[in-house]
T-cell receptor, first 113, second 115 residues
Framework: KQEVTQIPAALSVPEGENLVLNCSFTDSAIYNLQWFRQDPGKGLTSLLLIQSSQREQTSGRLNASLDKSSGRSTLYIAASQPGDSATYLCALITQGGSEKLVFGKGTKLTVNP | GAGVSQTPSNKVTEKGKYVELRCDPISGHTALYWYRQSLGQGPEFLIYFQGTGAADDSGLPNDRFFAVRPEGSVSTLKIQRTERGDSAVYLC?????????????FGPGTRLLVL
């Protein structure tokens, strides 16, 4: 059974700092991995999707990497801003039939002005 | 519409009652997913439709939960004899349906509270 773990559970940083969020998974046979952002009381916004054949994806100040062999993904946020404050969720689809996403519990990020 | 929509946004009901939650996917998306999110947790998979059929319903917790998608577009999640433990945010997502390669787009969710 696929398990997804996100460390740390919460992170507080000053504005302008570069930061890394971590995601690990137990089964490396995946189709893809997605990083989502969730604001309080809101739904999920997709940030980046990495296919299993890819190593990284970039969008603006965000860069996500994938290392299937070690079962890890990281989300790098450059020059953090208070507006980046949210919960970041890692999720993936495991090979073997179903298209369901398996989620971690998320990392709650607070960027202080 | 431009995104996935869900109605109602909030639902308060009493234990033992029946509720229906509705999801309108992005136009043209053949795949539709239901997830449930409890406080402080990541979303957990309930059921996945490809077109009108349920391709995977392994996440439904018990037979009180049922979902339909009769015309391959709108879906309804139905919960019978609600229990307090059913209180959660129910999220719907849709995608183009190409196996394993597509972004899932989420709606804002329905917050269900069972008193």
């Amino acid at each position: 059974k696929q398990e997804v773990t996100q460390i740390p559970a919460a992170l507080s940083v000053p504005e302008g700092e570069n930061l890394v969020l971590n995601c690990s998974f137990t089964d490396s046979a995946i189709y893809n991995l997605q990083w989502f952002r969730q604001d309080p009381g809101k739904g999920l916004t997709s940030l980046l999707l990495i296919q299993s054949s890819q190593r990284e994806q970039t969008s603006g100040r965000l860069n996500a990497s994938l290392d299937k062999s070690s079962g890890r993904s990281t989300l790098y946020i450059a020059a953090s801003q208070p507006g980046d404050s949210a919960t970041y969720l890692c999720a993936l689809i495991t090979q073997g039939g179903s298209e369901k996403l398996v989620f971690g519990k998320g990392t709650k990020l607070t960027v202080n002005p | 519409g431009a995104g996935v929509s869900q109605t109602p946004s909030n639902k308060v009901t009493e234990k033992g009652k029946y509720v229906e939650l509705r999801c309108d996917p992005i136009s043209g998306h053949t795949a539709l997913y239901w997830y449930r999110q409890s406080l402080g947790q990541g979303p957990e998979f309930l059921i996945y439709f490809q077109g009108t059929g349920a391709a995977d319903d392994s996440g439904l917790p018990n037979d009180r939960f049922f979902a339909v998608r009769p015309e391959g577009s709108v879906s309804t999640l139905k919960i019978q004899r609600t229990e307090r433990g059913d209180s959660a945010v129910y999220l719907c997502a849709s995608s183009l349906g190409v196996q394993g390669s597509e972004t899932q787009y989420f709606g804002p969710g329905t917050r269900l509270l069972v008193l």
